[in-house]
């Protein structure tokens, strides 16, 4: 990597306080963090967070490949379903910045292992559901739990880890992010088919448990305790205008077509410029008065923090749509198990991790320019997957797949953990809940609008034109939002810190 990602020196964000000023200490009366007073983040305490960070990001997706089965059991219908991904989402997404605000001010070790337990109480309840509605309540408290517990996992390894040990955990990070993703595909087939215990689909929630379980006893002996030098209260009012905000844009995206469209729909989509807006005011408003908002916009000053936002919309947001789209086209419209669509997603993955791997030392060598390269990478192989669909939809198979899967994968890890470096490197370490919840709510929110617009664009144009023609239009338009990417990564410095 370019530089090492060392943390500005600030007031201190550990346990504890320092209550009396003496030489060395900041006008806020906080010793600044160094090396030797700032808490150190063991290799055991690394891997347990980010086994708390896997576990949220792994559930988006495992659910993808048990929706037919789900949808026969439940009788749920396609619009419920899409809530079952979505609604996990939206919570996610709607909570992640308070769950880091909370982090910063009660201490981000309590906080991940109560969103740890919580997490594991959720994913029982999801287990057992007996009905559709009760399925989809349970995943929106599960997508709140994942909330308090995976910016608590980010806000740790920025303030806990220093100079290139930092720089290889934020790289192990967005590898991890990334994997997780495919994994929860390939996985979720796999539960599926063992059927274990003859759970079936419930296997795929209720094995968090005493994985959620894990994590938190692990947390209790190898993560240190951190928080903000400067807690800032709950924003309520932001969290609020948020939430409306993401709710009036994504409900209607994905109920819209299952109701035909009623106007109420119409007026939840035309609120969102207005509630878009009075977010901004708000949070502006409140940043001017010098207090702490939900979302610092001041941050958004930051090149790449911004820059890199910019990128992470088109990109998860295809990323999101095409994963769900793939599942539902292979068991539906193939007619293939859930072991046969999970593997299709094997080749994605060695792509992926592979590429991921290589990536520090490729982004140390080459700069952003691997981001740019990753992303036509990934066009190559979506240009490759559509081709093969629309030429070969009947002798389709996970082995007529693996070409495009393979290439798309490998243009994935060449850009998603870059990006997550690129997006967190400049961030100053006594907003780290903040700025790791930004950009998690920023993917969360793109993964849901994925989700929303690119599955019922599938949905819609299924009946009428054909599964085949309605995956090729998705993978069209994914190759359409990674053409976005790679021209906004034409505005990324050459060197990533």
Not at 9 to 38: E, H, K
Not at 237 to 248: E, F, K
Not at 358 to 369: D, F, I, K, N, T
């Amino acid at each position: 990597m370019a530089t090492p990602l060392t943390a500005p020196a600030t007031r201190a964000n550990v346990l504890p306080r320092v209550t009396r000023l003496d030489p060395g200490t900041s006008p806020s009366g906080a010793r600044p963090s160094t090396p030797s007073t700032a808490p150190r983040l063991s290799t055991l305490g690394l891997v347990t967070v980010l086994l708390g960070a896997f576990l949220p990001m792994l559930d988006f997706f495992i659910v993808n490949v048990a929706l037919p089965t789900i949808d026969r059991d439940l009788v749920a219908g396609p619009a419920t379903l899409e809530l079952f991904v979505a609604g996990y989402g939206i919570a996610y997404a709607v909570l992640l910045v308070l769950g880091g605000r909370l982090g910063d001010l009660f201490g981000r070790r309590r906080l991940f292992i109560a969103g740890s337990l919580a997490f594991g109480l959720t994913s029982l309840a999801c287990g057992l559901a007996p009905t559709a509605l009760a399925l989809v309540a349970a995943r929106v408290l599960q997508g709140a739990a994942a909330a308090l517990m995976l910016p608590q996992a980010l806000a740790t390894i920025q303030s806990a880890t220093h100079g290139e040990r930092k720089a290889r955990a934020m790289g192990i990070y967005g590898a991890v992010g990334g994997i997780s993703v495919v994994i929860g595909q390939v996985l979720g087939g796999v539960l599926l088919s063992a059927n274990l215990f003859g759970t079936g689909w419930r296997f795929i929630f209720l094995v968090n448990v005493p994985v959620a379980v894990v994590a938190a006893v692990l947390a209790l002996r190898s993560v240190p305790e951190t928080r903000s030098a400067n807690p800032a209260r709950v924003d309520l009012p932001g969290t609020a205008l948020l939430a409306a905000t993401l709710l009036a844009l994504l409900v209607p995206l994905m109920e819209g077509r299952a109701v035909g469209w009623p106007w109420w729909t119409w007026a939840l989509l035309a609120s969102v410029p207005f509630l878009g807006t009075a977010f901004v005011t708000v949070e502006r408003r409140a940043e001017r008065a010098g207090g702490i908002p939900l979302i610092p916009l001041s941050l958004l000053r930051i090149d790449g923090l911004r820059t890199g936002l910019t990128m992470a919309v088109p990109f998860f947001t295809g990323f999101g749509g095409f994963m769900l789209v793939m599942a539902v086209a292979l068991q539906q419209g193939l007619r293939e198990g859930p072991i046969a669509s999970g593997l299709a997603m094997v080749p994605m993955a060695v792509g992926f991790f592979a590429t991921s791997l290589a990536g520090p030392r490729l982004l140390a060598r080459y700069g952003s320019l691997v981001i740019r390269v990753g992303a036509v990478v990934q066009g190559i192989g979506l240009t490759v997957l559509a081709v093969t669909v629309l030429t070969d939809w009947s002798g389709l198979s996970p082995l007529v797949l693996l070409p495009g899967m393979a290439i798309a994968g490998t243009g994935q890890g060449l850009v998603m953990p870059p990006l997550i470096r690129l997006v967190l490197s400049e961030i100053p370490a006594e907003r780290a809940g903040v700025g790791g919840g930004i950009l998690a709510t920023t993917q969360q929110s793109s993964l849901a609008l994925g989700v929303a617009t690119l599955g019922t664009l599938f949905l819609t144009l299924s009946p009428s034109i054909g599964m085949h023609a309605a995956l090729t239009w998705v993978l069209g338009t994914q190759v359409v939002l990674t053409l976005v990417v790679i021209a906004l990564s034409t505005r990324l410095p050459r060197r990533i810190g």
